[in-house]
């Protein structure tokens, strides 16, 4: 039995847009002193699919059970820095993907590596942040098999 290629690319551009979207509410989690009281995106957003919607908020859901070990997990993989002190987009692009590659069996890890750092590409806080997401990403996954 083949995969059915249309499927395939419209799973994979579902997963593209959940990921701008648990990237926002990441960052309304933090901007929110990690309270979520319900109005984390404005409601004039941009409407999203219901696919879209529900695999954001199960990666948002998760990320908000385990945001103290991701958090650890990135941290033990910066290099003379520390989370905290990265600029709060470029702390949730890193996030987003640890949480990928620790809990989300779906994704596989280069996968979640290279869709992060296609992310820091985007939204980065500079030029260096994709290398850098990169390599704490490469990093966790490498102590992480699956």
Not at 1 to 16: E, G, H, L, N, Q
Not at 98 to 117: C, M, Q, R
């Amino acid at each position: 039995m083949t995969a059915d290629p249309a499927a395939a690319k419209a799973s994979i551009a579902v997963r593209r847009a959940a990921r701008d979207r648990a990237l926002q509410l990441f960052y309304a989690y933090e901007q929110n002193k990690y309270q979520d009281d319900g109005r984390l995106l404005p409601s004039d957003d941009e409407p999203v699919s219901e696919a879209v919607e529900t695999q954001a908020a199960e990666w948002f859901s998760g990320f908000i059970v385990n945001r103290v070990p991701i958090d650890a997990a990135i941290d033990k993989r910066l290099t003379n820095w520390t989370i905290h002190r990265l600029a709060a987009v470029d702390r949730n692009i890193l996030r987003l993907g640890a949480f990928e590659i620790l809990y989300d069996t779906v994704t596989p890890p280069k996968v979640a590596i290279n869709e992060a750092v296609e992310m820091a590409k985007r939204f980065g806080s500079e030029d260096k942040t994709a290398k850098l997401v990169n390599a704490v990403l490469d990093r966790l996954a490498k102590d992480h098999p699956r």
